[in-house]
C-alpha cells in the first residue's frame, strides 16, 4: 500500500469542515489511507502573511456566503458559529492524545468536534465542550480533559503545526499526495484526479 | 434568453487566462450568453486589503506550481511570464474599445492577448504588444493604439474597474450568475451546477 495522503486542518476552518466528511471516502478507493493532521492555522499564517478569511473586508462577506451555499451542496449542518474564528487548541490536542492510541477514533473524535462547532454551534475551544464532543465515542471526559492539559500534549500540536508550516502549507484544508500539494477544499475533485492519473 | 453571465476578469490573472478559454462554451450550453468584463484586479485589492499572490510568501511559491499543474491539466500554452505581474491597462482599454462595437471581437482579442501573454511571454501591458496580438484579427495597430490613448476609454475601464468592486468583486476570475457571485476558476463546476439545477 502507498504511503497514506497527509490531511491538515484546523478545527476552526468552516473549508476544513466540509473536506472532512469526505476525505476518506475520497482517497480509500484508490487503496490509499489518509492520516489527519490537525494544526493551528494562525501560526502557520503568520508566516505566510495571511489572515484570517472574517477579518477581511469583502472577501470575507463572499467566505460567508460561499460557506453557506457550499453546506447546503454538501448537504452538511451548518451554522456560522459564534464566536468566530477561534483558538481550537482543546479539540486538535484531544486528536493526537487519541491518535496515538486509535487513529479511527481519532477521526470520529475530529468529525464529532467539527460537527458540534459548525453544525451546532458549540464553542469547541472550550475544553469542557470539546470532551462533550466525544461523549457518545465513550471517550472519558475526564481523560480528555486531563490529557489536553499535559506539556508533552501542547509540545504535540506545536511540534505537528511547526512541521506543517516547515512542510508549506498556508491554509486549510491543505492535502499532500506524496509530495504533491493540494490546498483548498474546492481542489478534492484535482486531487481524485491525480490519484487517478498518477499526477500529469 | 435570460441576462447574461457575467466574467470579470484581469489580464494579468493566470486564474483568468485559464478561464477565459473555458467560459463561453460552459455558459452557451444554458442557452445564457457571457459579458466579459476585464478590470484592473490591483484597485479591488486597495478595497479589500488583499496582494498580488506573486507577493505572498509561501502561498505565493504554492501559486506557481498550481499554474504548472493547472495548464497542464487544461492542455493550455503556459510558462510564467517575465514581468509578472503587470498593470495590464492597454489590452484592457483595448477591450472596450472593441466591445463596443463587435463583443465577438473583443473576445477573440481578450484571448489573443492572454495567450502572448502568457503562452509566450509577450508583454501586453506594452501597447505595441498588446496591438500585435490584434494582429491575426485584421485589428489595425495604429487605430488600437490611438484607441488606449484617448481619455474617454481610460475613463472607461476605470469606471468598469469601480462598478466591479461596487457589485463585491475582489479577485480574478470573478463570475456572477444573476446575482450569485463566483470565485475563482476551480469554482467553474459549481458555475456549472448552479446553472443546471437553478440554484440550491
Redesign the interface.
Known amino acids: 500500500m502507498a504511503a497514506p495522503v497527509d490531511f491538515y486542518f484546523d478545527f476552526s476552518s468552516p473549508y476544513g469542515y466540509f473536506a472532512a466528511f469526505k476525505i476518506d471516502s475520497l482517497i480509500e478507493r484508490f487503496e490509499r489511507s489518509v492520516r489527519w493532521r490537525p494544526i493551528m492555522l494562525g501560526a502557520a499564517m503568520k508566516?505566510?502573511?495571511?489572515r484570517p478569511l472574517a477579518e477581511?473586508?469583502?472577501?470575507g462577506?463572499?467566505a460567508v456566503?460561499?460557506w453557506d451555499?457550499m453546506a447546503?451542496?454538501l448537504e452538511l449542518a451548518w451554522q456560522k458559529p459564534d464566536p468566530f474564528p477561534i483558538a481550537a487548541l482543546a479539540p486538535a490536542r484531544a486528536f493526537y492524545w487519541l491518535d496515538d492510541r486509535d487513529p479511527k477514533l481519532a477521526k470520529a473524535f475530529a468529525k464529532a468536534a467539527l460537527h458540534a462547532y459548525f453544525g451546532e454551534g458549540r464553542n469547541i475551544a472550550v475544553p469542557e465542550v470539546a470532551a462533550e464532543a466525544g461523549a457518545p465515542l465513550r471517550i472519558p471526559a475526564a481523560d480528555l480533559l486531563a490529557a489536553v492539559a499535559r506539556p508533552e500534549i501542547k509540545e504535540r500540536l506545536k511540534a505537528e503545526t511547526d512541521a506543517a508550516i516547515e512542510q508549506?502549507v498556508?491554509?486549510s484544508p491543505f492535502i499532500f499526495v506524496d509530495n504533491e500539494?493540494f490546498?483548498?477544499q474546492?481542489?478534492l475533485?484535482?486531487v481524485k484526479?491525480w490519484l487517478q492519473s498518477g499526477g500529469?
Request: overall charge positive; charged content about 35%; aromatic content about 22%.
Open positions: 508566516v505566510s502573511g495571511n477581511q473586508p469583502i472577501k462577506e463572499y456566503r460561499d451555499r447546503r451542496f508549506g498556508f491554509g500539494p490546498w483548498g474546492d481542489r475533485w484535482m484526479r500529469w
